[in-house]
Nanobody, 116 residues
Framework: QVQLVESGGGKVQAGGSLRLSCTTS????????MAWYRQAPGNQREYVAT???????NYADSVKGRFTISRDNAKNTAYLQMNSLKPEDTAVYYC??????????WGQGTQVTVSS
């Protein structure tokens, strides 16, 4: 049974930081690219960042320079370090795992709220 469990969300003031974790089980983690998405109320889910199996990273323009995605294959966990948070970063953040043959899995999400 595949599970992706996000943690680390919460409430923070603008300019603050949070670190999200996505702990996985039931997959061979090193073979999966990991990504973070987010969804604000009334909006569609949007892409935030990706880290490939070879540790290549990519970011949405809206978070570039503020967020850092990383992974620890020994812990089957991906991370999203979020600095200089803005109120517009408020959303439910979702973890995604995807492999080369099209298998994809989602976590249940973790709420991030940034107050001005």
């Amino acid at each position: 049974q595949v599970q992706l469990v996000e943690s680390g969300g919460g409430k923070v003031q603008a300019g603050g930081s949070l670190r999200l974790s996505c702990t996985t089980s039931g997959i061979i983690f090193k073979f999966y690219a990991m990504a973070w998405y987010r969804q604000a109320p009334g909006n569609q889910r949007e892409y935030v960042a990706t880290i490939t199996t070879g540790n290549t990273t990519n970011y949405a323009d809206s978070v570039k320079g503020r967020f850092t995605i990383s992974r620890d294959n020994a812990k089957n966990t991906a991370y999203l370090q979020m600095n200089s948070l803005k109120p517009e970063d408020t959303a439910v953040y979702y973890c995604n795992a995807g492999n080369a043959i099209g298998n994809t899995f989602w976590g249940q999400g973790t709420q991030v709220t940034v107050s001005s």
